[in-house]
């Protein structure tokens, strides 16, 4: 190679030969740890889906009971634990894992004044309290999921974006049967019965999204998606 100012020989490039296996190498590091960032978030996301099942047989079991406020919390905790493990490797999750702490923090002076909660003036504020941390805690995490499929498998992450929006929809009509009681009584109790309704095929939807979340992370190959 010539040195077009001077006329003089200059320095050799490398071979495009090289270039290029240099490139595959960044290529398939690259790949790499993406691999292992998905494998360990499919194995936690796994180890939160089991707590999601416990949580279920649990509910129905201690139903109406002191002890049902102490295991809901502990399992709210247990969950935040989680998804601040997983922020390890997806920043997404640390925000999902303060919130749902703080909601179970914050569930536990909740659940010594609820016997106070008769009185509409209290129980409003409340209700409306409650109902904006559980969005809020719906938000993040589902924001989370949706961060952590990204590259991986993009309509299941689509599908994260319509439960959040859904999430938080229901959190919003929540707070509406107790706002009808006083005026609307029968209204309000069909209102809370399709609330209800809603929230158990929202929270089917939900655990099914999470395992084939878990799944799809757990099975990342190298240089997929």
């Given at each position: 190679m010539t040195d077009r100012r001077y006329g003089a020989p200059g320095p050799a490039g490398p071979p495009p030969e090289a270039g290029d296996l240099r490139l595959e190498h960044l290529?398939?590091?690259?790949?790499?740890?993406?691999?292992?960032?998905?494998?360990?978030?499919?194995?936690?996301?796994?180890?939160?889906?089991?707590?999601e099942i416990a949580a279920i047989p649990l509910g129905l079991l201690l139903r109406d009971s002191v002890l049902e406020e102490a295991v809901s919390v502990l399992l709210f905790l247990v969950r935040g634990a989680l998804f601040l493990k997983m922020a390890d490797q997806e920043d997404a999750y640390l925000p999902a894992g303060a919130w749902t702490i703080a909601y179970a923090v914050l569930s536990v002076p909740a659940g010594l004044l609820s016997p106070l909660l008769v009185y509409p003036a209290l129980a409003v504020p409340a209700l409306l309290a409650a109902a904006?941390?559980?969005?809020?805690?719906?938000?993040?995490?589902?924001?989370?999921?949706?961060?952590?499929?990204?590259?991986v498998d993009q309509r299941l992450s689509?599908?994260?974006?319509?439960?959040?929006?859904?999430?938080?929809?229901l959190s919003a009509l929540a707070v509406l049967p107790a706002l009808l009681m006083g005026a609307a009584v029968r209204l309000g109790l069909s209102l809370l019965l399709a609330v209800a309704l809603a929230g158990?095929?929202?929270?089917?939807?939900?655990?099914a999204c999470l395992c084939l979340t878990a799944r799809a992370l757990s099975s990342r190959e190298p240089g997929a998606g």
């Open positions: 290529a398939r590091e690259q790949a790499e740890v993406q691999r292992r960032r998905a494998r360990f978030l499919g194995k936690w996301l796994h180890a939160l889906l089991w707590v904006a941390l559980s969005a809020v805690c719906a938000h993040f995490e589902c924001r989370a999921h949706q961060e952590a499929l990204l590259g689509a599908l994260w974006e319509k439960i959040r929006k859904c999430s938080i929809a158990v095929a929202l929270s089917i939807v939900r655990l």
